[in-house]
T-cell receptor
Framework: NAGVTQTPKFQVLKTGQSMTLQCAQD?????MSWYRQDPGMGLRLIHY???????DQGEVPNGYNVSRSTTEDFPLRLLSAAPSQTSVYFC????????????FGPGTRLTVT | AQKITQTQPGMFVQEKEAVTLDCTYD???????LFWYKQPSSGEMIFLIY??????QNATEGRYSLNFQKARKSANLVISASQLGDSAMYFC??????????FGSGTQLTVLP
């Protein structure tokens, strides 16, 4: 199993550009989520999904969109990048019966200039 | 709402000694889970240990144990016989009825030779 994969690993955007961070898992997990990690802080939940076709907002959803058309994939879209979105982004997945024990992807380091 | 507090931004420990990393939590849920994750300098998030709110015994995983004191709402991580490879950021996290994982701000542990 590849586990949770994320692409790209690094990205530089200009203010106002849009892009999609990709996330995929091959463990047939129902629960998937996106977090951002800023320096000196823990991870904060952006959006999550409890199954295909179902998504919901986390703690810091503004400026981001998600969709879940398949169990495997959970892309995160930045609509119009801002310098405040410079961060490291982690995707995670877990079985639905233990939602907190999450398997994390390697992260995407995003810089917005 | 649930909240995790880690009051030790940094800790130092001598190699082969034990160390306790503090974590307190706040939640109105009766059923919840408590987790510890390790983040080495390479950036990945590594699951260490889990404790359910109804578990009567403290969780243990190898050199890691979780000192769960429900009345005090604390879930401290104890690492026995510290190794140089234990130097990393450690995050306490919890999940409850909302099935969203909430993280603390982390503790940077440095193991000294």
């Amino acid at each position: 199993n590849a586990g949770v994969t994320q692409t790209p690993k690094f990205q530089v955007l200009k203010t106002g550009q849009s892009m999609t961070l990709q996330c995929a898992q091959d463990m047939n997990h129902e629960y998937m989520s996106w977090y951002r990690q800023d320096p000196g802080m823990g991870l904060r939940l952006i959006h999550y999904s409890v199954g295909a076709g179902i998504t919901d907002q986390g703690e810091v959803p503004n400026g981001y969109n998600v969709s879940r058309s398949t169990t495997e994939d959970f892309p995160l879209r930045l609509l119009s990048a801002a310098p405040s979105q410079t961060s490291v982004y982690f995707c995670a997945s877990s079985r639905s019966d233990r939602g907190g024990e999450q398997y994390f992807g390697p992260g995407t380091r995003l810089t917005v200039t | 709402a649930q909240k995790i507090t880690q009051t030790q931004p940094g800790m130092f420990v001598q190699e082969k000694e034990a160390v306790t990393l503090d974590c307190t939590y706040d939640t109105s849920d009766q059923s919840y889970g408590l987790f510890w994750y390790k983040q080495p300098s390479s950036g990945e998030m590594i699951f260490l240990i889990y404790q359910g709110s109804y578990d009567e015994q403290n969780a243990t995983e190898g050199r890691y144990s979780l000192n769960f004191q429900k009345a005090r709402k604390s879930a401290n991580l104890v690492i026995s016989a510290s190794q140089l490879g234990d130097s990393a950021m450690y995050f306490c996290a919890m999940t409850g009825s909302a099935r969203q994982l909430t993280f603390g701000s982390g503790t940077q542990l440095t193991v000294l030779p």
